[in-house]
């Protein structure tokens, strides 16, 4: 007897919380799905909209690694369609490596479907470009070392020292530390921003400087789902731009232009 179709598992990045962010095919996953299982401690239940009354939605947030992929294991032998639905993208801070290394395992195929991160979710708030020709060419995203350690070479001392723009993600509950390290290599009066909530109602994009963040994060009492932001490229003078791209100046040519 043919064995009915089975689904390949769909890993979906939701976007920053808007579910408008969610990307076409991202949605298309949602409308499809029977299961869905979403990180619900940073996945805002709206992005559910896309999905059909009567698939299965399971909050994440309560559950385990053996936990997740017994429920996904089930599901895929009973021949349904399932998303497992993840924050911004799920390749970044996304744990998903453990989750297909065990798929793999049972010989379950998977795929990954990139989401809109929170980075650039901030950006576009902020209507500012990371990459501002000859001030800053290079975008790091990293975090803290906390309960999730940080190989040494990539501790924020040492990345801050290239002095680039950088995004900091799940690090800003040790605030202070993350003051010290800037401080050191940015300069105490370097421009930053906190993203708070980035793309969702309760948004908040507050601009400061490195030794005044401490105090406007306590004020505003933010304790997670916040991005730092720190890098050249927040004190450009975008309305007098001594340097431009190549890309748009009339006297430099390429293969789709002659000057």
């Known amino acids: 007897m043919e064995e009915k179709q089975k689904y390949p598992i769909l890993f979906v990045g939701a976007g920053p919380g808007d579910p408008e962010l969610i990307t076409v095919k991202g949605m298309k996953a949602l409308q ?10 940073l996945v805002p239940e709206k ?6 009354p009567e698939a299965e939605k399971i909050n994440s947030a309560g559950m385990d690694l053996e936990e997740i992929i017994s ?13 497992r639905l993840h924050t911004g993208d799920p390749t970044l801070f996304g744990a998903i490596q453990e989750q297909t290394a065990e798929l793999e395992r049972e010989g379950i195929p998977f795929r990954i479907i990139p ?17 501002i020709p000859e001030i800053s060419q290079t975008l790091i995203f990293t975090r803290l070392a906390g309960r999730t350690p940080v190989p040494e070479e990539e501790s924020l001392e040492k990345l801050s020292f290239h002095k680039t723009s950088m995004a900091i993600y799940l690090s800003v509950s040790r605030i202070e530390d993350i003051c010290s ?40 009492n933010i304790t997670d789902h916040a991005l730092i ?17 190549r890309l748009y100046d009339k006297n ?8």
Do not use: C
């Open 252 to 259: 430099f040519s390429h293969k789709y232009r002659k000057p």
């Open 115 to 131: 989401g809109v991160t929170a980075a650039f979710a901030a950006a576009a708030a902020m209507g500012q470009e990371f990459t």
């Open 181 to 220: 390290i800037l401080g050191k290599s940015y300069g105490k009066t370097a421009p930053v921003v906190v993203a708070y909530r980035v793309s969702q109602p309760e948004e908040k994009i507050i601009r400061t400087t490195v030794n005044n963040m401490a105090a406007r994060i306590r004020e505003e």
């Open 47 to 52: 992005v559910l909209t896309w999905t059909r």
């Open 71 to 83: 429920k996904i294991v089930s599901a895929y032998r009973r021949q349904q369609k399932i998303v």
């Open 32 to 41: 499809k799905a029977d299961l869905i299982i979403y990180a619900g401690s």
């Open 229 to 245: 932001i720190v890098g050249k490229f927040l004190d450009a003078n975008v309305k007098d731009l001594k340097k431009k791209s």
